[in-house]
């Protein structure tokens, strides 16, 4: 029984939807939002520079932990069966996430093959300064029985097609979402603006390991490379979005 569960999940992994999601309301951790704006160019939904940014100024970037504060707890509840959730647990889990986007945007930096910023651990005159937040981050709704795949207090997030059918981008696809900003290291002065919201890719899923916020890894990975490429290529540079598949296997 339980390999064919397995199998259940592996197949239904194949339907993970990988996409941009619509923009999530604003968090309020970037002041004046209504700056943003829409660049068919940047693979961000929505960004803002300061007319005053020169990206040539800065050699370094010092890049803070990413902030959960201003996480939306209805978005992540929404579509889930509490039952099957351990909220200690889940709250570390949250902070696992932050922790391994932290990690993740650091790595970018440092092994862009380019070496356009150095990292630093604190910042000085050269140094642009990335803060970013997580502020949506809701699981795929579960396959029925999946949860005999993974322990009971985590969920397997596998896309199903009721999910995909649903008139809410948080049930059944998964949402991802951040916002950020850019601090001159100087005057600590907000010089740069973006906000982006995905789902989970396309992807056929190795269970040994699933976690809720697996998925979740990879589009993190993706958005610490676009920033790379956006601070590092000149304005007006068209940088490709995500693809949407990917194999996922821990």
């Not at 889940?90 to 356009?116: C, M, Q, V, W």
Request: with cysteine; glycine share 8%; aromatic share 10%.
């Amino acid at each position: 029984m339980t390999r064919m569960l397995l199998k259940i999940c592996l197949f239904a992994g194949l339907f993970l939807v990988g996409c941009k999601a619509g923009e999530v309301p604003n968090s309020g951790f970037n002041p004046h939002p209504e700056l943003m704006t829409r660049d068919a160019n940047l693979p961000f939904q929505r960004i803002y520079w300061d007319n005053k940014f020169d990206p040539n100024a800065y050699s370094e970037i010092f890049i803070a932990p990413v902030n959960t504060d201003y996480l939306k707890n209805e978005g992540f509840w929404e579509g889930l069966n509490l039952a099957y959730l351990d909220k200690v647990k889940l709250k570390k889990e949250i902070g696992d996430l932050a922790d391994y986007a932290h990690k993740s945007f650091i790595k970018a930096f440092t092994e862009d093959p380019n070496h356009r910023f150095t990292v630093v651990d604190a910042a000085g005159p050269n140094t642009l300064i990335l803060e970013t937040a997580l502020v949506q981050v809701v699981p795929s709704r579960t396959v029925v029985g999946v949860i005999g795949c993974v322990s009971p207090a985590s969920v397997a997030v596998v896309g199903t097609a009721a999910g995909a059918l649903s008139k809410s981008q948080d049930i059944g696809k998964g949402v991802v979402a951040i916002e950020g900003r850019f601090r001159d290291g100087s005057s600590r002065e907000i010089i740069g603006m973006f906000a982006d919201c995905e789902h989970p890719k396309y992807a056929f899923l190795d269970f040994k390991a699933l976690n809720w916020w697996a998925p979740a890894k990879i589009i993190i990975d993706d958005w610490g490379k676009q920033m790379v490429e956006v601070l590092s290529n000149p304005r007006g540079t068209a940088i490709k979005g995500s693809s949407a598949f990917k194999l996922l296997v821990w």
